[in-house]
């Protein structure tokens, strides 16, 4: 994008519009009508209990044969249960998780000038996207910025149109990227070996490298501004992910899971790592995975960053369960269904063509 083109782009107010944080740093102190839930669907007029939290699982004793059965065996109960469960002793350090929070805040921190290059519509071309997010099919907008990308990036080339600023900002995310590529094989490798299917089942239906380990998939990281009007609106409007596995960190509060009616909230903790699975592993789970429904809520007096590592199957891969997952007792439940995870994405847009997945 010219100098010019960008120029243009930020003249005038309706630039504002492009970003909730350039927005709240005008200093309203309403929000526009579209950010306003119904009734409903406000968090002050929903069920939540904030004395529960998600399963936690220890990853520390994953080499021992013993406890690495014990393991797996949470994990699918977590995965089956809640679709959602925190994970430690993954061997990330904090540092570094840290750091990614840090460099994600400093990105969005950026005046407007330095991010306009990445506005753009999701019709465009495959590429680092900054923007904000509008989620639900009522058309209600939701109170996040959000930036994101392919990683790893496949050629030099894809490197460079990573942000250049803040300075540290590839070097992060690229550490961030082999870490997170190593403790998703060890997830997956457990879920196969719970399951009993062959080696690899996951990766290979992920589209994970067997020379390197490495997978296609997205980092977005998103920004929740301070709301002035924060009892009425949402961060993320409730809703499930079209995806197969997310892992995810948090600076704040404000994540919230559903569970049997209820509006779990799932805590910060420095140590942790979230991870949720998404509909394309409930599909392939024929249900054993579920496909958790969230939303995050926002505050009046403080702002909140997440950082998410998307992990999706391969676009022709047929969404189907595998034979182990189907018995007389349970059979197939998602009728309809067989068809690639391209068309199931397609399909998805279709019916809710304002959705950026996340």
Same mark, same amino acid.
């Given at each position: ?25 005008? #200093?309203? /102190?309403?929000?526009? !009508? ?8 406000? +968090?002050?007029? $929903?069920? %939540? ?86 989620? #639900?099919? /009522?058309?209600?907008? !939701? ?8 990683? +790893?990036?496949? $050629?030099? %080339? ?201």
């Amino acid at each position: 994008m010219t100098m010019i083109a960008s120029q243009q782009k930020i003249s005038g107010d309706n630039y504002k519009f492009k970003s909730i944080k350039a927005m709240v740093d005008t #200093g309203i /102190t309403h929000i526009p !009508s579209d950010f306003i839930l119904p009734l409903y669907m406000q +968090p002050r007029f $929903t069920r %939540s209990d904030n004395s529960r939290d998600v399963p936690t699982i220890d990853l520390s004793l994953v080499n021992d044969p013993f406890e690495r059965k014990r393991i797996a065996t949470s994990i699918v109960e977590a995965a089956k249960g809640w679709g959602i469960f925190k994970v430690h002793g993954h061997g990330i350090a904090e540092r570094l998780r840290k750091k990614v929070l840090q460099v994600m805040r400093e990105f969005f921190d950026l005046p407007l000038t330095d991010k306009v290059q990445f506005l753009g519509s999701q019709g465009e071309a495959s590429g680092p996207r900054y923007g904000r997010t509008r989620r #639900g099919t /009522t058309g209600h907008q !939701s109170w996040r910025d959000q930036f994101h990308h392919r990683i +790893p990036p496949l $050629t030099p %080339s894809e490197l460079e149109t990573w942000p250049e600023k803040p300075e540290s900002y590839r070097d992060t995310v690229l550490e961030w990227t082999k870490e997170i590529h190593k403790l998703s094989n060890v997830l997956f490798d457990l879920l196969t070996e719970a399951y009993n299917l062959e080696p690899r089942y996951f990766q290979d239906l992920m589209g994970v490298a067997e020379s390197t380990g490495e997978l296609d998939a997205t980092m977005l990281s998103a920004y929740y501004p301070r709301c002035p009007q924060a009892d009425q609106a949402s961060g993320i409007v409730a809703h499930t992910d079209p995806t197969g596995m997310v892992v995810a960190i948090q600076d704040s509060p404000g994540l919230e899971v559903l569970k049997d009616g209820t509006w779990i909230p799932v805590a910060p903790d420095p140590a942790c790592i979230t991870i949720s699975t998404g509909d394309a592993m409930e599909i392939l789970t024929n249900g054993s995975c579920k496909s958790c429904e969230h939303r995050v809520r926002v505050k009046e007096t403080q702002d909140r960053v997440s950082a998410l590592v998307i992990l999706k199957p391969s676009l022709d891969i047929k969404l189907e369960a595998a034979p182990a997952f189907i018995t007389k007792g349970d059979p197939t439940r998602f009728i309809g269904t067989n068809m690639t995870y391209r068309e199931y994405l397609r399909m998805f847009k279709d019916k809710r063509p304002e959705v950026t997945f996340d």
